[in-house]
């Protein structure tokens, strides 16, 4: 599974990259406006939520639970920052997608307990998109979480995060992990929407 992190760049606005990453075939869109408030997310949250729901993808946006509330999106993605995950939970009820940040194995326990359906665990290496990183991971970073989250019978999908490449994905899907976070890989390409294409197939081999 491939997660697209909307981000916007001098080239593409965040529907732009929405827009092709369905195209490349990816059926989960988070959409992350960094600082923006609702009333900024807001109408391009509708529209990326309607061009999900068109392609049959999942639509998340990151942070602003009561804008998920109101829209009717899939689910939320909430950072070590944003709002605890179980009060998260008790707003948004039972069938909401709810994500947490994870760094460490801590971090994932924590994030079970509270009832969180994904983790997007990071960062694989560093990378400009995001403020404030946590430590690096790494492919042993990874190996280590899934091996305690085994050993712990903890059964919750791993997405990994954080400058990862299209070199990487084979080596990081071997850890273990669910599946791949990814904003500027398919931004950068020269052809946003043949990348995704290829990054699909990647994950699937």
Known sequence: MIQFISHYTEHYSYLDGIRMALQGGCRWIQLRMKDATDEEI?????????????????????????????????????????????????ILGPQTIIGGTANTFEDIQAHAASGANYIGCGPFRFTTTKKGLSPILGLEGYRQIVSLMRKAHIDLPIVAIGGITAQDIPDIMQTGVNGIALSGTVLRADNPIKEMQRLLQLIKE
Not at 50 to 69: E, G, P, R, Y
Not at 74 to 79: C, I, Q, R, S, T
Request: net charge negative; hydrophobic share 45%.
């Open 42 to 90: 807001r109408p391009i949250a509708l529209q990326a939520m309607q061009l999900c729901k068109d392609a049959h993808a999942t639509f998340i946006i990151d942070d602003h639970v009561a804008l998920v509330k109101e829209l009717g999106a899939d689910g939320v993605h909430l950072g070590k920052k944003d709002m605890p995950i179980d009060q998260a939970r008790q």
